[in-house]
């Protein structure tokens, strides 16, 4: 037979291994099986094989599952691998599965089914982050934390405005996972090499058996396109970096005693018995350097890529594979470790006001007031320059300042109460309202925006 010929021709030499993707395969093992079933049943469904050959030869895809990926006889890939032990179950009439198919779109497909599975998992661990997040906004609406800008103090606000920050933004992970999602969702198969096939197939119906929303119609496009696969390997590594900020914010605030990890999060030291590092959110911040190269990868491996099938494609796969997955566990550590933290209410109130951070609403005060902001802005800075604690300012600096360049005492033109309330971080978040601000009455919308989505999601 002429297969079995070209075969022995193909199989030896130093090149085997390197052209095998056998190995890497057993991600698709179970995807290549249903595969097969419903392109075999597709083919006794249009009369192209006969019954009994299809039904010997879904026993034999049945019995090879069983037996598993390590199982398999040599080849160089999985659907090589499983096509040979079809025939060594069934005989020469197994060789019939692989009418009107070729491994190009059959790769296609088995990528597709096996990644939309795990898109979502990935697309479950942004959810459950959603909450851990939501839960803490719950906790902590009234939590006064200092708020940085240059890593510098700015303005205090609080744990829920923080919280709600990631949560809107892994929101906007979800989203793109879910988009990248409908475009996996097409079926390649029956495209064959690329260029169609003589036989009567039935594409949409082995799309509705494989489940898929409908089929990627082009043949060539079929077989060759990978831009779902760039397409998701980039939502997952925009999703990692959200993370990585989110990480890095919490290695700060531990830094500082505002968060306290749980141990389970925590790492120690082999020297230092003090320790306890927050090794987990380090690993966390990583991961995005791993998604950003695998997406620098599969971009620079497809880029310049001909029509149609180049074995190029079997080394993209495996970026995705190891984006995804590091992507999810990330994405589990980060939620687990923001549900289990403790956060020191009395650390962050104690630093909310550090650095003047109550500078703006002093100014925007005297600006509601009637003085221009800007010169608003100077008398604040003035009264911060001029004072004994360089830097920041009290009522009688402030008073001062007006004097110097009002030529008026400050009472004149704004109730020193009010002044005294804008010094007060706690009072300083309470007048910042405006929607999506830390105030609690402009979080309580934020969080039930956020449970909202969350249950549509
Ligand atoms: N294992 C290959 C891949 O992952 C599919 C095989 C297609 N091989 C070929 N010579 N056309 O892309």
Known sequence: ??????????SGGPARSFLSSLAADERIFEADLEVDR???????????????????ILTALDAIEVAGHDSLPDGEDVHEAIETAVIERVGADGGKMHTARSRNDEVATCIRYRLREDVLDAIETTLALRGSLLDVADTHAETIMPGYTHLQPAQPTTVAHWALSYEGAVRRDTERLLEAYARINESPLGGAAFAGTTFDIDREFTASLL???????????????????LE????????????????????????????????????????MPQK??????????????????????????????????NRDLQRATTHAWETVDAAVEASEIAAGAIA??????????????AGFSTATGVADLLAANGLPFRTAHELVATAAENSAEHGSADYDALDAAAEDILGEPLESHVDPDAV??????????????????????????????????????
């Open 1 to 10: 037979e002429s297969g079995v010929v070209r075969r022995d021709r193909f």
């Open 38 to 56: 419903a392109h075999t049943l597709m083919l006794a469904e249009q009369g192209i094989i006969d019954e009994e050959t299809a039904g010997s």
């Open 211 to 229: 489940g898929f929303d409908g089929v990627v119609v082009n043949s060539m496009d079929a077989a060759s396109s990978r831009d779902f696969l």
């Open 232 to 271: 998701t390997t980039q939502a997952l590594s925009t999703h990692a970096t959200t993370l990585s900020g989110l990480a890095e914010d919490l290695i700060i605030f531990a830094n500082r005693g505002f968060v306290s990890l749980a141990d389970d999060y925590s790492s120690t030291s082999s020297i």
């Open 276 to 309: 306890k590092n927050p090794d987990t959110l380090e690993l966390v911040r990583a991961v995005a350097g791993d998604a950003a190269g695998n997406v620098q990868g599969l971009t620079t491996t497809l880029k310049g890529l001909p029509r149609a099938y």
């Open 340 to 353: 289990t933290a403790e956060w020191n209410a009395d650390a962050l109130a104690a630093e909310a006001g």
């Open 420 to 457: 005294v309330d804008a010094l007060d971080p706690a009072e300083s978040v309470a007048s910042r309202n405006s929607q999506g601000g830390p105030a609690p009455e402009a979080t309580t919308p934020q969080l039930e925006s956020g449970h909202d989505a969350l249950g549509a999601d």
